[in-house]
């Protein structure tokens, strides 16, 4: 089992920045793949941005540019850096890891972006 705790979320105005972190704990050791996800409302969840082990990252094309998604595997952290942020940005944002052959997600924390 992996536990995921997410800190971060808030309200900011467009154009704000805010980061969000995710702590896993657990089975760690199995962990790959970490990334970030979101839900608007009336919407499908989407990926927004993953890492894997080797630092390879993939972004969704709505937030590249403006997101950069790290990750520390000696802290078994995952941090999203949002900047430039928009209305559309608003959402739950998801942390996920993967450890194979099972996924995790995090309880979810709210962005919003005020216009």
């Known amino acids: 089992q992996v536990q995921l705790v997410e800190s971060g979320g808030g309200l900011v105005q467009a154009g704000g920045s805010l980061r969000l972190s995710c702590a896993a704990s657990g089975r760690t050791f199995s962990i790959n793949t970490m990334g970030w996800y979101r839900q608007a409302p009336g919407k499908q969840r989407e990926l927004v941005a993953t890492i894997n082990g080797g630092g390879n990252t993939n972004y969704a094309d709505s937030v590249k540019g403006r997101f950069t998604i790290s990750r520390d595997n000696a802290k078994n952290t995952v941090n999203l850096q949002m900047n430039n942020l928009k209305p559309e940005d608003t959402a739950v944002y998801y942390c996920?890891?993967?450890?194979?052959?099972?996924?995790?997600w995090g309880q979810g924390t709210q962005v919003t972006v005020s216009s």
């Open positions: 996920h890891v993967q450890s194979v052959p099972v996924g995790y």
